[in-house]
């Protein structure tokens, strides 16, 4: 495919390539020799299920398209059969990532940064054990409800007694 590949594809395909760069707070360097095409197409769905995006790529057009941006440091991590993940929370991208290369050992990480840090395996095991953004934005949600709808509660349960004593 990559071959057949005309020059203006290979533009396009950079360019994109680059608005996803800057558009994630965090990219995962991946290599997936020895999966199969029916694994790739799990793993893209589970990834997009936690609204990131998977790419395999031909890795000088994703060196080129990382330059200038804040991950032009993974540059040196695109070699062999590379796939990116990239990910408007981080956690999210790094959390499918782990859980898919735990089920299947032939998904195997590269690298991992998030905007300009690279993190290590330690960190990025760490990462992959915090909840998400989401999972947080509903805990807090939770938290600030909570209390009103215990509110409501006394206020309604008042109420009925109230009412109950008036029947009588």
């Known amino acids: 495919f990559w071959l057949e590949m005309d020059r203006e594809q290979k533009k396009n395909t950079v360019k994109s390539l680059k ?4 558009e994630s707070d965090g990219v995962v360097v991946t290599h997936y020799l020895g999966l199969k095409t029916s694994d ?15 790419f395999v790529t ?28 990239f990910s408007k929370d981080p956690v999210a991208g790094i959390k499918v990532v782990k859980k898919y290369s735990d ?21 990025f095991n760490a990462l992959s054990k915090l909840s998400s953004i989401e999972d947080l934005r ?21 109420g009925t007694e109230l009412v109950g004593v008036f029947d009588n």
Not at 42 to 54: A, H, M, P, Y
Not at 147 to 156: A, S
């Open 58 to 85: 031909k890795n000088s057009l994703v060196k080129i398209a990382s330059k200038e941006t804040q991950y032009a440091a993974l540059e040196s991590y695109f070699k062999g059969p590379t796939a990116i993940v």
């Open 40 to 54: 790739l197409t799990e793993f893209r769905q589970q990834v997009r299920n936690v609204g990131s995006k998977f």
């Open 19 to 22: 608005k996803y760069f800057e």
């Open 103 to 123: 089920e299947n050992d032939k998904l195997k990480l590269v690298k991992a940064s998030l905007n300009e840090k690279i993190i290590d395996e330690e960190e």
């Open 138 to 158: 509903s805990q807090i949600t939770a938290y600030l409800i909570a209390p009103h709808q215990n509110l409501m509660q006394v206020l309604k349960a008042a």
